[in-house]
């Protein structure tokens, strides 16, 4: 079980989550000059730099991803990853005790986000913040929405093998 892609699946989207930054970062003001009939964007040197490597990477991460998922849906049919489900797919409800801990990872991941939803709205509106930091924000919360619900797994199995 250690080595199932479901338990790592949160790992995998905080990956993509940093890397999402990259691009962000890399994109984030591009200098624009528009005429009737075009529109060039410039982008410095880091910055293209960064949004070359971050797409680079992601397309590397994403077909490696992809490739495990269909691996993993191969060995364990019954068990298989509906990549493009509405439903996400790290929930492991195989048993009452695989539900149990999904249902309290859950919660965790709830409860954060009723917190930080509001004090990232509240940050936003006090402060004067550039669209690359809203943007950070945002990803902030996936990226520690990933770690929590991954952190909470990750402790139930570790006392499940001890």
Known sequence: MKN???LNYPLWMMAFVA??????YGIHSPTMTKTETSLMLEIG?????????SLLLYTILLTVFL???????????????????IRPPEYLE???GMTHITRVAVQKVYTFYTWSLPLLA?????????????IYGILA?????????????????KEETE
Do not use: C
């Open 4 to 6: 199932d892609i479901r």
């Open 19 to 24: 890397l999402i930054g990259a691009f962000a």
């Open 45 to 53: 040197g880091l910055e293209g730099f960064v949004l070359l490597a």
């Open 67 to 85: 490739v495990k998922v269909t691996k993993h849906n191969k060995e364990n049919p019954k068990q298989k990853l509906a990549i493009w489900s």
């Open 94 to 96: 195989q048993d009452e």
């Open 122 to 134: 509240a940050v936003v509106i006090l402060f004067p913040l550039t669209r690359l930091m809203i």
């Open 141 to 157: 919360l996936a990226f520690i929405q990933y770690l929590i619900y991954y952190l909470e797994i990750r402790k139930h199995f």
